[in-house]
């Protein structure tokens, strides 16, 4: 089983700075298989990224995915304030796993 | 547009079963993946278990032993039971779209559910 370690726990930043976010596997993980994902409170989940570097339909291009073997991350170019929420890494591998999420905080 | 709505009792009693619903609608059922995801509270997501447009399941080696995923294509829903449930088992509940390579898109409002007497 694939575990998912993210750094740093909380990451406490100012609108317009650049965030980066860290998800190591515990094992090499298929770059095709991995997600990250936005989760703001009272709401659901939200698609970001996936295959590692793809971002999904309708995310804006501040968010940026890169990485492969055991190492990902997720940038986030220039915060905007309504990117404040907390950013989940997800892998598939025989037993799909997400880490244990970042608090991007203001 | 695909859209999922989650259903189901709120409350359930410790060692009951837990049954949830999903429902699709804006699209068939009879392609992509189906999950279930949840989140304890003050906790991250904990991935569930998935079933596929052909009804094969893969689930958490943790919650194995009690987590069965169902699809009703005649209705377009698909379901999740977890039994003999504790209080560790309280939290919202999320069913998704899973494309897996392409992750997982659409998402449920999110169901919350608490296991007390």
């Known amino acids: 089983e694939i575990v998912l370690t993210q750094s740093p726990g909380t990451l406490s930043l100012s609108p317009g700075e650049r965030a980066t976010l860290s998800c190591r596997a515990s094992q090499s993980a298929s770059s095709s298989y991995l997600a990250w994902y936005q989760h703001k409170p009272g709401q659901a989940p939200r698609l970001l990224i996936y295959?590692?570097?793809s971002r999904a339909t309708g995310i804006p291009d501040r968010f940026s995915g890169s990485g492969s073997g055991t190492d990902f991350t997720l940038t986030i170019s220039r915060l905007e304030p309504e990117d404040f929420a907390v950013y989940y890494c997800?892998?598939?591998?025989?037993?799909?796993?997400f880490g244990q999420g970042t608090k991007l905080e203001i | 547009q695909v859209q999922l709505q989650g259903s189901g009792p709120g409350l359930v009693k410790p060692s009951e079963t837990l049954s949830l619903t999903c429902t699709v609608s804006?699209?068939?059922?009879?392609?992509?993946?189906w999950s279930w995801i949840r989140q304890p509270p003050g906790k991250g997501l904990e991935w569930i278990g998935y079933?596929?447009?052909?009804?094969?399941?893969i689930y958490s080696p943790s919650l194995k032993s009690r987590v069965t995923i169902s699809l009703d294509t005649s209705k377009n829903q698909f379901s999740l039971r977890l039994s003999s449930v504790t209080a560790a088992d309280t939290a919202v509940y999320y069913c998704?779209?899973?494309?897996?390579?392409?992750?997982?898109?659409?998402w449920g409002q999110g169901t919350t559910v608490t296991v007390s007497s």
């Open positions: 997800q892998q598939y591998g025989i037993s799909p796993s």
């Open positions: 804006g699209g068939s059922i009879n392609t992509y993946y």
């Open positions: 079933i596929d447009y052909s009804g094969i399941t």
């Open positions: 295959g590692a570097s």
């Open positions: 998704a779209r899973d494309t897996i390579t392409r992750g997982m898109d659409v």
